[in-house]
């Protein structure tokens, strides 16, 4: 099992610029999110989804698209870059219900110039 | 407003010296208290889940304690190798799986 993989481990974006940030899990996992961590700020959840085909809004969504066609994938699109979206991305899974523990990926480092 | 905070935000421990995290929460229906390692340039390792008041869990040289408005995290005679960050997190009751994280507490541990 891989778990939940990441790509690309580093990106530098000039604002304005648009990119995906990838993530795939393989533990079969109905939830999946996306969080960002900024210093001194903690983890944010931006969008979660709780099976292919919904997905929802979290704490910070505004400048960021999801979509969710398979169970396994879950891509984060930043759809203009701005330097306030300098962050380290975190993508994390987890089965539905209760109180499920959430597996988390290695990590994106993104850069707005 | 549900609110997590950690304290202390750092801590500097000497291998062997035993000490407490702290994790208050405010939360209106608590599903579930976590917590996670994290350490530096990977993603969040998860540790423990709680679930009511008066609960404890351990592993190796942690230990997670619950109650009404707080979490502790206990490391009892630390080595290096325990030195990371040290995440908190609560779920809600119908909030699915949402979590609210805490900012952490780094902890480091010198030999």
């Known amino acids: 099992n891989a778990g939940v993989t990441q790509t690309p481990k580093f990106q530098v974006l000039k604002t304005g610029q648009s990119m995906t940030l990838q993530c795939a899990q393989d533990?079969?996992?109905?939830?999946m999110s996306w969080y960002r961590q900024d210093p001194g700020m903690g983890l944010r959840l931006i969008h979660y989804?709780?099976?292919?085909?919904?997905?929802d809004q979290g704490e910070v969504p505004n400048g960021y698209n999801v979509s969710r066609s398979t169970t396994e994938d879950f891509p984060l699109r930043l759809l203009s870059a701005a330097p306030s979206q300098t962050s380290v991305y975190f993508c994390?899974?987890?089965?539905?219900?209760?109180?499920?523990?959430?597996?988390f990926g290695p990590g994106t480092r993104l850069t707005v110039t | 407003e549900d609110q997590v905070t950690q304290s202390p935000e750092a801590l500097r421990l000497q291998e062997g010296e035993s000490s407490s995290l702290n994790c208050s929460y405010t939360?209106?229906?608590?599903?579930?208290l976590f917590w996670y390692r994290q350490d530096p340039g990977k993603g969040p390792e998860f540790l423990f889940t709680?679930?009511?008041a008066g609960e404890e869990k351990e592993k190796e040289r942690l230990k997670a304690t619950l109650t009404k408005k707080e979490s502790f995290l206990h490391i009892t005679a630390p080595k290096p190798e325990d030195s990371a960050t040290y995440l908190c997190?609560?779920?809600?009751?119908?909030?699915?799986?949402?979590?609210?994280f805490g900012g952490g507490t780094r902890l480091m541990v010198k030999p």
């Open positions: 533990m079969n996992h109905e939830y």
């Open positions: 994390a899974s987890s089965y539905v219900g209760g109180a499920s523990e959430q597996y």
């Open positions: 709680l679930y009511s």
């Open positions: 939360v209106s229906g608590l599903r579930g």
């Open positions: 989804s709780v099976g292919a085909g919904i997905t």
């Open positions: 997190a609560v779920q809600k009751n119908n909030a699915g799986n949402m979590l609210t």
